[in-house]
């Protein structure tokens, strides 16, 4: 079946009502109601709808029916994998399911190493796009002069489960991030576009042929192996968010999102908590006007609290028992999912569904990306990659499995072995300079001596660039050089989790961080797991969360 006839079967009256009644609808009721009974142990991501968008490519047809979508990771999961009634019916939501290759890039980042039970964690990237291409959508609140266009992946949410299923973290990463983008082939066409050329907005990786350049994107930013992706489709929410009765959200204000240019998702609510539902979820989940600095982070911490209402709501919500309206989220959540290979049928979803549901909701932190301002645009900063290594190495961001954790292990060896030592070109950069200290004089000199010393006899100080670096790293641009740097960075002591793949550099550079402004010797820092402040974690079972409203957008 071709990915038009499945979504025009799924959008027709047969497929909403080709569910079975009877004794085989009361029994797959029966094992809903059973796995509803964990619904709020798991989570997921929001969505959003974004300023900008590029033009339309020729022949994307299929694409352009993607409409606005959303990161509802958790609903769809859990309502996909508890509502089968008859093996017909599987089959007819199967085909709802839309499916795209997982990643588009050149590189690839190798699974982590099990623990010692043999598990591994799971990594899922929930993307939200801004496609504005249907009617339905426009009446959600489209621009008409961006209709068609190019999507935009205007939400990015990386759902980490822990190897153990005890934790769950969500790293929300803003729009307007700043990124390389690397390389990708279109799976339709073939159509290859080239690496970006500096750094971009981050959103427009899903127009590098779809959702997998996404995926590829993020790999090569935080170095973190992403199993699986998930889009899903936004005009859904309407009618997902009235089947589950409504979900509390909480102002500390009266707010309305509308400006006088006419910009706003329309939000219109009076202070303290109220349950959302239909459109006035979507709303929620969209508004960034009138929500503290009117930016996309304040929208993300929004979409955090929605969606942490949200799991609580399913874990108490007995009304989902209901055959009829388990038939009716099971459908809309089909018909919402574009997904990868890995996750393109029910039972995989319910499978995922089920390990997604041991996690209670104490047990799960969302977060934002920390960020800096670069003009009207956001950058990571170091305490960005500090978040990432805690997800590479399965580190709970609550702070609460510190005691039983596992010593650190050191990733797998590469695949392509290093060169002699005396023809590894190296380059030695300062990035000793914090914010209260200048740069340590001659840094780059000295430790580029050292590997000369060593027998790294092409190695040399580069003074054209000083960045800033809390620890010290080697870096190397491609896969074929990472034996290399792992070589480089084992003759100067530093440890192989400070070896990471970058396309900011054009061969293996070792940045001299400000833990190294001295010396000879490199000693490299005990470990800090804590999540960092500039994070702003959002536990899961926080209740009392409540968003702060610009006074600009209130009303009496």
Known sequence: MTRSSVRGSAQGEDARQGAPDGPEAAEGAERAETALDGAGDADGGGGGVGDAAGGRRPGRGRRARRVLRWSALTLAVLIVGTAGAGYLYYEHLNSNIEKDPLNLGDSK???????????????????????????????????????????????????????????????????????????CTDPDDGKVYPASEGRVM?????????????????????????????????????????????????????????????????????????PVKGEQALQWLRTRYGFEDG???????????????????????????????????????????????????????????????????????????????????????????QLFRLVREDIALDGKDAEKKEPSREPEAPADPAAPDGEIAVQ??????????????????????????????????DPSVLPSEERTVVRYPSADLEGDARRVAESLGVPASSVRRSTDVSGVTVVVGA?????????????????????????????????????????S
Request: net charge negative.
């Open 202 to 274: 981050t959103n427009q990786s899903l127009g590098h042929g779809g959702p997998g350049c996404t995926v590829a994107t993020w790999q090569e930013l935080t170095g973190i192996h992403i199993d699986h992706f998930v889009m899903v489709d936004f005009a859904g929410v309407v009618s997902m968010a009235d089947a589950v009765g409504g979900v509390p959200v909480c102002v500390d204000a009266n707010i309305h999102s509308r400006d006088a240019q006419g910009h706003g998702s329309g939000l219109k609510l009076a202070k303290g908590t109220h």
């Open 109 to 183: 980042v190798a699974a982590p190493t099990p623990n010692a039970a043999g598990q591994t964690p799971l990594n899922i990237l929930v993307i939200g796009s801004d496609a504005r291409d249907s009617e339905e959508n426009q009446q959600l609140g489209g621009a008409r002069e961006t209709f068609g266009s190019t999507p935009l992946a205007d939400v990015q949410m990386l759902v980490h489960l822990s190897a153990d299923r005890s934790n769950m973290s969500v790293v929300s990463m803003p729009r307007d991030t700043l990124v390389h983008i690397p390389k």
């Open 295 to 385: 930016s996309d982070l304040a929208r993300a911490k929004a979409q955090h609290m929605y969606l942490n209402s949200l799991v609580r709501t399913l874990r108490e919500n007995a009304t989902l028992s209901n055959p009829n309206k388990l038939r009716r989220l099971a459908e809309e959540a089909t018909r919402a999912l574009t997904v990868d290979p890995g996750l393109d049928t029910v039972k995989k979803l319910y499978d995922l569904s089920n390990e997604l549901r041991q996690v209670k909701p104490e047990r799960i932190t969302m977060t934002t990306m920390p960020n800096r301002y670069v003009g009207a645009r956001v950058e990571p900063t170091e305490d960005a990659e």
């Open 515 to 555: 833990d190294w402004r001295e010396g000879t010797a490199y000693r490299a820092p005990e470990a800090d797991d804590t999540t960092p402040e500039s994070a702003e974690a959002l536990n899961g079972a926080d209740e009392g969360a409540c968003m702060h409203v610009n006074p600009a957008f209130t009303w």
């Open 428 to 461: 030695v950069r300062n990035g000793t300079r914090t914010d209260s200290l200048g740069a340590a004089r001659g840094r780059a000199d000295t430790v580029a001596g050292l590997l000369v010393e060593r027998g790294f006899d092409r190695a040399l100080a």
